[in-house]
C-alpha cells in the first residue's frame, strides 16, 4: 500500500462502483438533509419536462447548465411520415413546446425534424454524452439504461427535473447496493433480454426497491454494450431506480470518437478517471445473487407486471396450486386480464401484433437480430409487426445494411424513430383484447393500448412469433 | 404548497399488490402540458367502460369511494414510471396519504414533493386495516408520524426528516437548493480542473 498513507480511511475501504460514484458527486451534506448530488447530464424528453420549464419561468430561473443538458423528442411523437402534419393536436402543442422551451431557455434539443432525434436512452449513449462515472438522470424511469456505462443513472419526477435545470442537483438518500452476478455462457437463442427476464422473475418486482444493482460476472462482462444497455435498462423493473456495469475495454472501444466524448489528451485522462470505477475488492453489497446463464431459457412474460415470466418453453402458473392468497388473487387476476389459463404452456398462443422496439431492444443489433431470423421469410398474414429503430442514427445504420428491404420484404411496418407502442402514447397502440409479443419493458393493464396484452421478449422472439403468428421458441427457427 | 396538517378520514381500499402507474394514470394523458386536471384521469382504465361511462363496480364511483382522503392499497404501490401525473392525479381528486406494505422509490420522492404523504405499515398492520369495517376512521400525523387506529391503537410510521420539515412548512426543496450556491459553484469550479 505504498503511497496510499495519505489518503483518508475512506479511500481505503474497498467501495462499489456505486459508492464511488456516489462519493465523486457529493456537492454538500448537511446534518439531518439529504446529500446533495452533482448530476452530470441531464436528458429531457417532451412528456415530464413542460410542467418543470413553466415552473423556472414562474420563480424566474435560468437553466444552469443547458451545456449539460440534452432534449429530444420520443414519446409522444407519430411514427409515420415525419413530413406529413402531426394529426394529434395534443401531442403536437406538447413537442412545439419542448422545442420552444429548449430554445428558449439555451439547450440543445433533438427535436421532430432533427437527424439526430430518437429515443433518449438511444441517443444519449449514441453520442457518447453518457459516459463512465456520471451521475446522469431524465424525466423517465427507463434511465437506468444508462448504467451500461459504469454511470449512476436513475429516472426522476417533473419536480425534480425543474430541480436539475435550476441548480444542476438532487437531493438524493444512498441506495442499498445490490450485486446481480451472472456466470457462464449464455445458450443459443438466449439474449440479454432474458438475462434481466429472469432476474425480474425470480426476484419480482418489487425485489429491488430501495437497490442500486450492479451487474457483474462473466455473462455480463461477455455482452456487448447494446446488450448491457438492455439488461440495465429493465432494472427498474425489478424495482430498482439504477441498475450499473463496470466500464471495461468494451466501453472504452464503444465510447472512443462520439461526438460527445473527450478527445486527445482529455481521453487519455478521462480514461484513467474511468479504470478507477469498478468495484474494488472485498467491497461489500447490502445483497446479492447469483445466476448460471447456461440455465437461462429464452423468457417470456404472461401476465401484467414485468415479474410475471417463464421460460418460453415453460407453463403458465396455476393459482390452485399457489398457497400464499396475495399472491393467488394477484396471480388470478392477472390471467383473467390477459385471457389465459393457469398450468397451459405459452407456446402457441395467437399473437395479433409483434412489436420490435422501445429503449429497450431498438438498437442496431436487436434489429439485426429480428432481421437474422424474418431473412426470405414471410410473417404470419394475420399479424401485424412493427419495427420502429430508437433513433435516426439507428435507422441510418439499418438502412446502409439493407434491413428495411428484410423487414418489408418478410411484411413488416418499417416506421420513423421513437417510443412507439412500448406506451402507446403516440397512436401506435393495441386495440381492446388484442395480444402482442412485444420487445419493449412493461406489460402493465392497458401500458400497449387500454385492453391490450402483452407478451415481454426478446427481439429474436418478436421474430420468430411474427412468422408463425403464434408465441414460438426461435431455437426451432436457427 | 399548503402546510401539511393533521387530518382524519375514512380509506379507500384497493387490495391489489403492485398498483402501477399506468393505472393511476395511463400514459396516453400525459400529452398535457398542464399539472391541472388530472383528478379526472385518476385510474382511468378501472373507472370508465369502453363507453365512457363510469364503472359502477370501481370503487371510486361507489358511495364508499367519495369523500375520502386516504387509499389503503396493497403492497408495492407506485411501481412503474417516474410520471409525477401519477401523485397529481391522486391529490388533486382528493388524497392526502396512501398505505401500504411499500412503494416504488421514485413514486415515494414524488409523493413527498406534492404533500402526499406515502405510509408503510407492516404486513401485520396492513392486515389489520383491511379488516377494519370500511367506515373506520384514520387519523393521521405527520409531525409525530403517527396513524391512529379507532380503537386509539397508534403505529408509527417512517418519513424522511428533510421531506417531513418541508411538507410541515409547505416549502419545497428548490427553495432550499438554491441556497447551496456556493457549494455548488464550488463543485463546479473543481469539475473545471478534472
Redesign the interface.
Same mark, same amino acid.
Given at each position: 500500500m505504498a503511497g496510499a498513507s495519505n489518503l483518508p480511511s475512506k479511500l481505503m475501504t474497498p467501495r462499489t462502483i456505486i459508492e464511488k460514484v456516489w462519493d465523486n458527486h457529493i456537492v454538500h451534506q448537511q446534518p439531518g438533509a439529504p446529500t446533495l448530488l452533482y448530476i452530470d447530464l441531464h436528458l429531457v424528453h417532451e412528456v415530464t419536462s413542460p410542467q418543470a420549464f413553466s415552473g423556472l419561468r414562474e420563480r424566474n430561473l435560468k437553466v444552469r447548465r443547458p451545456d449539460r443538458t440534452l432534449a429530444t423528442a420520443d414519446h409522444s411523437i407519430p411514427t409515420s411520415d415525419r413530413s406529413l402534419p402531426i394529426l394529434d393536436k395534443i401531442a403536437e402543442n406538447q413537442l412545439r413546446q419542448l422545442e420552444q422551451n429548449c430554445l428558449d431557455f439555451g439547450i440543445q434539443c433533438f427535436g421532430v425534424h432533427s437527424s439526430q432525434q430518437g429515443i433518449v436512452h438511444v441517443i444519449g449513449p449514441e453520442y457518447g454524452a453518457t459516459q463512465p462515472g456520471m451521475t446522469v438522470v431524465c424525466g423517465d424511469s427507463h434511465t437506468a439504461t444508462h448504467g451500461a456505462f459504469g454511470a449512476l443513472a436513475f429516472g426522476i419526477g417533473t419536480s425534480e427535473v425543474e430541480q436539475v435545470l435550476a441548480t444542476q442537483c438532487l437531493l438524493q438518500r444512498p441506495s442499498k447496493t445490490f450485486q446481480v452476478q451472472v456466470d457462464g455462457p449464455l445458450s443459443q437463442g438466449v439474449t440479454a433480454k432474458d438475462i434481466i427476464l429472469n432476474l425480474i422473475a425470480r426476484i419480482g418486482i418489487g425485489g429491488g426497491t430501495g437497490c442500486v444493482f450492479e451487474y457483474s460476472g462473466s455473462a455480463i462482462r461477455a455482452l456487448t454494450m447494446e446488450q448491457r444497455m438492455t439488461v440495465c435498462n429493465m432494472s427498474i423493473e425489478g424495482g430498482a431506480r439504477a441498475g450499473m456495469i463496470a466500464p471495461d475495454d468494451t466501453t472504452f472501444e464503444y465510447l472512443a470518437g462520439r461526438e460527445f466524448t473527450p478527445k486527445g489528451e482529455a481521453w487519455e485522462r478521462a480514461l484513467s478517471r474511468w479504470k478507477q470505477l469498478p468495484t474494488d475488492e472485498g467491497a461489500r453489497f447490502d445483497h446479492q445473487i447469483t445466476m448460471d446463464a447456461a440455465a437461462i431459457e429464452p423468457m417470456i412474460t404472461y401476465g401484467t407486471n414485468p415479474g410475471m415470466g417463464v421460460p418460453i418453453t415453460g407453463s403458465l402458473p396455476d393459482p390452485a396450486k399457489i398457497s400464499d392468497p396475495r399472491e393467488r388473487e394477484s396471480i388470478e387476476k392477472a390471467l383473467r386480464y390477459m385471457g389465459l389459463e393457469g398450468g397451459k404452456p405459452i407456446l402457441g398462443h395467437p399473437v395479433n401484433v409483434v412489436f420490435i422496439g422501445s429503449c429497450t431492444n431498438s438498437r442496431i443489433s436487436d434489429l439485426r437480430g429480428a432481421a437474422s431470423i424474418l431473412k426470405g421469410r414471410k410473417v404470419n398474414p394475420t399479424t401485424r409487426v412493427l419495427v420502429v429503430p430508437g433513433s435516426q442514427e439507428v435507422k441510418r445504420q439499418a438502412e446502409a445494411e439493407g434491413l428495411p428491404e428484410v423487414f418489408r420484404a418478410a411484411g413488416c411496418e418499417w416506421r420513423e424513430p421513437g417510443c412507439s407502442m412500448c406506451i402507446a402514447m403516440n397512436g401506435d397502440m393495441l386495440q381492446p383484447g388484442e395480444y402482442s409479443v412485444s420487445t419493449s419493458n412493461r406489460n402493465f393493464e392497458g401500458r400497449q393500448g387500454k385492453g391490450g396484452r402483452t407478451f415481454l421478449a426478446s427481439p429474436l422472439t418478436a421474430a420468430a412469433s411474427a412468422v408463425t403468428g403464434v408465441v414460438t421458441d426461435v431455437r426451432r427457427m436457427m | 404548497m399548503k402546510p401539511f396538517v393533521p387530518f382524519e378520514s375514512k380509506a379507500v381500499r384497493m387490495?391489489? &399488490? &403492485?398498483i !402501477?402507474t $399506468?393505472?393511476i394514470i395511463?400514459?396516453?394523458f400525459?400529452?398535457?402540458?398542464?399539472?391541472e386536471g388530472l383528478d379526472k384521469q385518476l385510474f382511468n !382504465?378501472w373507472r370508465y367502460l369502453?363507453d365512457g361511462s363510469p364503472n359502477p363496480e370501481f370503487i371510486l364511483n361507489r358511495p364508499e369511494g367519495q369523500g375520502r382522503q386516504i387509499l389503503l392499497a =396493497? !403492497?408495492?404501490f407506485g411501481? =412503474?414510471?417516474?410520471? @409525477?401525473h401519477a401523485?397529481w392525479a391522486l391529490t388533486q381528486f382528493g388524497f392526502r396519504a396512501v398505505i401500504s406494505t +411499500?412503494?416504488? $422509490?421514485?413514486f415515494t +420522492? &414524488?409523493s413527498l414533493?406534492?404533500s402526499l404523504l406515502p405510509i408503510v405499515v407492516s404486513q401485520d398492520i396492513h392486515t389489520k386495516l383491511f379488516a377494519l369495517p370500511d367506515d373506520a376512521v384514520l387519523k393521521v400525523d405527520l409531525q409525530s408520524q403517527m396513524l391512529t387506529l379507532p380503537d386509539g391503537w397508534k403505529v408509527e410510521f417512517p418519513v $424522511?426528516?428533510?421531506s417531513k420539515a418541508c411538507m410541515l412548512d409547505g416549502v !419545497? @426543496?428548490?427553495g432550499?437548493?438554491?441556497k447551496?450556491e456556493p457549494?455548488?459553484a464550488a463543485? @463546479?469550479a473543481q469539475?473545471a480542473n478534472?
Amino acid at each position: 500500500m505504498a503511497g496510499a498513507s495519505n489518503l483518508p480511511s475512506k479511500l481505503m475501504t474497498p467501495r462499489t462502483i456505486i459508492e464511488k460514484v456516489w462519493d465523486n458527486h457529493i456537492v454538500h451534506q448537511q446534518p439531518g438533509a439529504p446529500t446533495l448530488l452533482y448530476i452530470d447530464l441531464h436528458l429531457v424528453h417532451e412528456v415530464t419536462s413542460p410542467q418543470a420549464f413553466s415552473g423556472l419561468r414562474e420563480r424566474n430561473l435560468k437553466v444552469r447548465r443547458p451545456d449539460r443538458t440534452l432534449a429530444t423528442a420520443d414519446h409522444s411523437i407519430p411514427t409515420s411520415d415525419r413530413s406529413l402534419p402531426i394529426l394529434d393536436k395534443i401531442a403536437e402543442n406538447q413537442l412545439r413546446q419542448l422545442e420552444q422551451n429548449c430554445l428558449d431557455f439555451g439547450i440543445q434539443c433533438f427535436g421532430v425534424h432533427s437527424s439526430q432525434q430518437g429515443i433518449v436512452h438511444v441517443i444519449g449513449p449514441e453520442y457518447g454524452a453518457t459516459q463512465p462515472g456520471m451521475t446522469v438522470v431524465c424525466g423517465d424511469s427507463h434511465t437506468a439504461t444508462h448504467g451500461a456505462f459504469g454511470a449512476l443513472a436513475f429516472g426522476i419526477g417533473t419536480s425534480e427535473v425543474e430541480q436539475v435545470l435550476a441548480t444542476q442537483c438532487l437531493l438524493q438518500r444512498p441506495s442499498k447496493t445490490f450485486q446481480v452476478q451472472v456466470d457462464g455462457p449464455l445458450s443459443q437463442g438466449v439474449t440479454a433480454k432474458d438475462i434481466i427476464l429472469n432476474l425480474i422473475a425470480r426476484i419480482g418486482i418489487g425485489g429491488g426497491t430501495g437497490c442500486v444493482f450492479e451487474y457483474s460476472g462473466s455473462a455480463i462482462r461477455a455482452l456487448t454494450m447494446e446488450q448491457r444497455m438492455t439488461v440495465c435498462n429493465m432494472s427498474i423493473e425489478g424495482g430498482a431506480r439504477a441498475g450499473m456495469i463496470a466500464p471495461d475495454d468494451t466501453t472504452f472501444e464503444y465510447l472512443a470518437g462520439r461526438e460527445f466524448t473527450p478527445k486527445g489528451e482529455a481521453w487519455e485522462r478521462a480514461l484513467s478517471r474511468w479504470k478507477q470505477l469498478p468495484t474494488d475488492e472485498g467491497a461489500r453489497f447490502d445483497h446479492q445473487i447469483t445466476m448460471d446463464a447456461a440455465a437461462i431459457e429464452p423468457m417470456i412474460t404472461y401476465g401484467t407486471n414485468p415479474g410475471m415470466g417463464v421460460p418460453i418453453t415453460g407453463s403458465l402458473p396455476d393459482p390452485a396450486k399457489i398457497s400464499d392468497p396475495r399472491e393467488r388473487e394477484s396471480i388470478e387476476k392477472a390471467l383473467r386480464y390477459m385471457g389465459l389459463e393457469g398450468g397451459k404452456p405459452i407456446l402457441g398462443h395467437p399473437v395479433n401484433v409483434v412489436f420490435i422496439g422501445s429503449c429497450t431492444n431498438s438498437r442496431i443489433s436487436d434489429l439485426r437480430g429480428a432481421a437474422s431470423i424474418l431473412k426470405g421469410r414471410k410473417v404470419n398474414p394475420t399479424t401485424r409487426v412493427l419495427v420502429v429503430p430508437g433513433s435516426q442514427e439507428v435507422k441510418r445504420q439499418a438502412e446502409a445494411e439493407g434491413l428495411p428491404e428484410v423487414f418489408r420484404a418478410a411484411g413488416c411496418e418499417w416506421r420513423e424513430p421513437g417510443c412507439s407502442m412500448c406506451i402507446a402514447m403516440n397512436g401506435d397502440m393495441l386495440q381492446p383484447g388484442e395480444y402482442s409479443v412485444s420487445t419493449s419493458n412493461r406489460n402493465f393493464e392497458g401500458r400497449q393500448g387500454k385492453g391490450g396484452r402483452t407478451f415481454l421478449a426478446s427481439p429474436l422472439t418478436a421474430a420468430a412469433s411474427a412468422v408463425t403468428g403464434v408465441v414460438t421458441d426461435v431455437r426451432r427457427m436457427m | 404548497m399548503k402546510p401539511f396538517v393533521p387530518f382524519e378520514s375514512k380509506a379507500v381500499r384497493m387490495l391489489m &399488490n &403492485n398498483i !402501477d402507474t $399506468d393505472q393511476i394514470i395511463p400514459a396516453r394523458f400525459l400529452k398535457t402540458t398542464s399539472k391541472e386536471g388530472l383528478d379526472k384521469q385518476l385510474f382511468n !382504465d378501472w373507472r370508465y367502460l369502453a363507453d365512457g361511462s363510469p364503472n359502477p363496480e370501481f370503487i371510486l364511483n361507489r358511495p364508499e369511494g367519495q369523500g375520502r382522503q386516504i387509499l389503503l392499497a =396493497g !403492497d408495492n404501490f407506485g411501481c =412503474g414510471s417516474s410520471r @409525477e401525473h401519477a401523485p397529481w392525479a391522486l391529490t388533486q381528486f382528493g388524497f392526502r396519504a396512501v398505505i401500504s406494505t +411499500g412503494f416504488a $422509490d421514485i413514486f415515494t +420522492g &414524488n409523493s413527498l414533493k406534492n404533500s402526499l404523504l406515502p405510509i408503510v405499515v407492516s404486513q401485520d398492520i396492513h392486515t389489520k386495516l383491511f379488516a377494519l369495517p370500511d367506515d373506520a376512521v384514520l387519523k393521521v400525523d405527520l409531525q409525530s408520524q403517527m396513524l391512529t387506529l379507532p380503537d386509539g391503537w397508534k403505529v408509527e410510521f417512517p418519513v $424522511d426528516p428533510f421531506s417531513k420539515a418541508c411538507m410541515l412548512d409547505g416549502v !419545497d @426543496e428548490l427553495g432550499w437548493i438554491l441556497k447551496q450556491e456556493p457549494a455548488i459553484a464550488a463543485y @463546479e469550479a473543481q469539475l473545471a480542473n478534472l
